[in-house]
């Protein structure tokens, strides 16, 4: 079951857009699993650390986990869809936001989303989350855990993937020798666009392009 949950659209649906109806429903039918699309999260709301009296937003998902004592059954996905988004701009919301999900429903539990059929290519949000680490400081506060290598996998798509019974193994196999395998050995060969990058990319070379320039700003 996909259900969205978060990014209120007004006031006539603020109210069904939490999540405080997703632990009882989920801990009445054990065997469905239920997808939660933006996991609660809202836009312009900030996301700090767990605060249980909360009304809205990621925390009221992991309340209604853990007070429906449903994290341990596994069958409340959260998905990032818009909310990596909106957090990748704050690392620090970036860190509570992931952060208290990994937590609380599990590293299993959290499946990749980007909504990029609203906002075109999800490239920047991909090279975001493959950069992103929540840092020690919070790791030691929070209880967060560090987004390993292994722990992204799971969020690109292992997750999604236990969840509509896709052998990963098959996928690989398959994907070997496709379409879009086959355009991105030629691109290889012979970029188009190159995304050459112009001007100084070090400190050495902007100290020497300032030399260079006699020392003024251009």
């Known amino acids: 079951m996909a259900i969205h949950k978060g990014i209120p659209f007004g006031r006539k649906s603020y109210g069904h857009s939490t999540c405080s109806d997703i632990g009882p429903i989920a801990k009445r039918f054990p065997d469905v699993n239920f997808l939660v699309y933006h996991s609660g999260w809202v836009p312009g709301a900030k996301e700090g650390a767990y605060?249980?009296?909360?009304?809205?937003?990621?925390?009221?998902?992991?309340?209604s986990v853990l007070d429906s004592e449903?994290?341990?059954?596994?069958?409340?996905?959260?998905?990032l869809g818009s909310t990596w988004r909106g957090l990748m701009r704050d690392p620090d919301q970036a860190a509570h936001g992931i952060g208290k999900l990994l937590k609380y429903l599990g590293e299993d539990n959290v499946v990749w989303g980007t909504d990029s059929i609203w906002y075109g290519s999800p490239q920047d949000q991909i090279l975001a989350f493959r950069a992103f680490q929540i840092s020690e400081e919070f790791q030691e506060r929070f209880g967060y855990p560090a987004?390993?290598?292994?722990?992204?996998?799971?969020?690109?798509?292992?997750?999604?993937?236990?969840?509509y019974n896709i052998r990963v193994e098959e996928v690989i196999k398959h994907a070997a020798d496709d379409r879009i395998t086959r355009r991105r050995q030629a691109y290889r060969q012979m970029p188009d666009p190159r995304f050459?990058?112009?001007?100084?990319?070090?400190?050495?070379?902007f100290l020497n392009l300032l030399r260079w320039n006699g020392g003024r700003h251009t």
Do not use: C, M, S
Request: glycine letters at 8%; proline letters at 8%.
């Open 51 to 63: 605060d249980p009296a909360r009304p809205d937003g990621i925390d009221t998902l992991i309340t």
């Open 70 to 79: 449903v994290a341990e059954q596994g069958n409340v996905y959260a998905e």
């Open 147 to 163: 987004i390993t290598p292994q722990l992204r996998a799971k969020i690109f798509g292992l997750n999604a993937a236990r969840v």
């Open 196 to 205: 050459v990058t112009y001007g100084p990319r070090t400190r050495r070379e």
